[in-house]
């Protein structure tokens, strides 16, 4: 692909939008008369044509919900375009805490006072999608741009939200406690043994009190690595079904052994060395740390003046694995099934343009620090200059995405780790004890796992 003519495109469309932005106005009922816009088509296979009337040019005013605002919600920016486009449409947006937008979201929904577009987030996804339309778009086209896409269809092949960019974990180190430990950057690790021999370079004691960490994974930390431990080894986190946790089983025993043994042999870290990984990590205490895209959001808050740098995370050999671990997305918007049929055909229409449009990725790789599941922006070198989108672009497609998990699974694994760390537990007694909780709580459950939809499933044995 050819990425002087993307960016000489994207000038193009931009500048094009900054022209129609001076003939239009966004006021209440505008009646629009140009179908012409004067605009290229945009998008790779997933094309959007912007040369249309919409909702025949008529006014028309839309809601849009989020839990975010214009700095956490690319959803703003794309709004902003589109209305510069089709001065009859205005939006009107809702901002809802977190906490309250999962009651009252649901609850709106199920009128046709309802928002036209809301934003969603998919570990909420039975709440919404009783109320969510199918998206109106070109499974094949969507296939084509969108490497994540396939995992988010139903049976008939039909999306409510697709990824509009994904995250996963990487290594963060803190520069200054590498330079003192002697190392540069030709030590960074790419297998854990590696790991493991410059955790303990970045480890210091101070007679039997440990203070500093070489490579912390307390707290939440066993949580977030356990399952990419596992399908590093070729294990899957659910059964053939897709419907029962798989969490006692051989490869998890080993590798909650592993981790053990950070501890217990290697003493890079210790029980009582704090439960809050990031925040040593924060304090300067913590040589490395587990940590996917957020870190780096809560660092630049509570943190600022760390110097810190990423990697990939290791894997157990030098050889390709089964996948590098697992990942989740940010979703696009959902459409409500309530709304008029005037107000779902602007709502579809709005989503074909920000699936096309590679602005909107753009916007959201800069507001959610994640990166871009669209393929033709998977190479891009702005893109790439972040560090954490450079540690992540060479294993995109050897990520797996397990499913709107149920909680139970992170929460249950997380038990059993802190029941053999801090409770003496054996790791068999645990591990079975966490299965049979995840059992128990998944019984009613309808949840079954995406894990066969990955593009290398075939390789599991």
Known sequence: MNIRKICISCVAVLGML??????????????????????????????????????????????????????????????????????????????????????????ALKGKSGPALFNIHNSKDELIRPYAADY?????????????????????????????????????????????AGLTEADIPTTWDELREVAKKLTKWNGSKMVQAG??????????????????????????????????????????????????KD???????????????????????????????LLKEKYPNVEYGIFPTPTFTKETPFAYDRYNGESTPGINAHQSKEQQAVAQDFIKFILANDA???SAVKHLNSFPAKKSLQNDPEILKAPVMAAIQPRVNRLIWPGITPSTVETSSKAAFQNVMQNGQ????????????????????NFKSAESKYEFFKEHK
Request: proline fraction near 3%.
């Open 18 to 107: 900054a022209s129609v932005s001076a003939c239009g106005s966004n006021s209440a009922g505008v009646t629009d008369t140009k179908k012409d816009k004067g605009l290229p088509v945009m998008g790779e296979a997933l094309k959007y044509n912007p040369n249309h009337l919409v909702n025949q040019g008529k006014p028309i005013a839309l809601e849009y919900w989020s839990w975010g605002d214009s700095s956490t919600d690319p959803i703003y920016d794309m709004i902003k375009q589109y209305t510069k486009i089709y001065p009859n449409v205005t939006f009107k947006t809702k901002n809802v805490a977190w906490d309250d937008y999962w009651t009252k979201l649901p609850l």
């Open 136 to 180: 109106n778009v070109d499974k094949a086209a969507m296939e084509a741009d969108y490497s994540s896409s396939v995992a988010h269809e139903d049976s008939n092949g039909k999306v409510k939200y697709i990824d509009s960019v994904i995250n996963t974990g990487n290594i963060y180190y803190n520069k200054k406690l590498w330079k003192e």
């Open 215 to 264: 490579f912390n994974v307390n707290g939440d930390a066993y949580a977030a690595i356990n399952q990419g431990l596992n399908y590093q080894r070729g294990e899957l986190a659910f059964d053939k079904s897709g419907k029962k946790p798989n969490f006692d089983n051989k490869i998890t025993r080993e590798n909650m052994q592993f981790l053990k043994n950070l501890y217990d």
């Open 267 to 297: 003493k890079v870290i210790a029980t009582d060395f704090g439960t809050d990984y990031t925040q040593s990590f924060g304090n300067g205490q913590s040589g490395m740390v587990y940590a996917w895209g957020w870190l780096e959001g």
């Open 360 to 362: 909107f990725i753009r």
């Open 426 to 445: 054996s790791i068999d007694s645990a591990v079975k004890e966490a299965q049979a909780t995840m059992v128990k709580d998944m019984k009613n459950s």
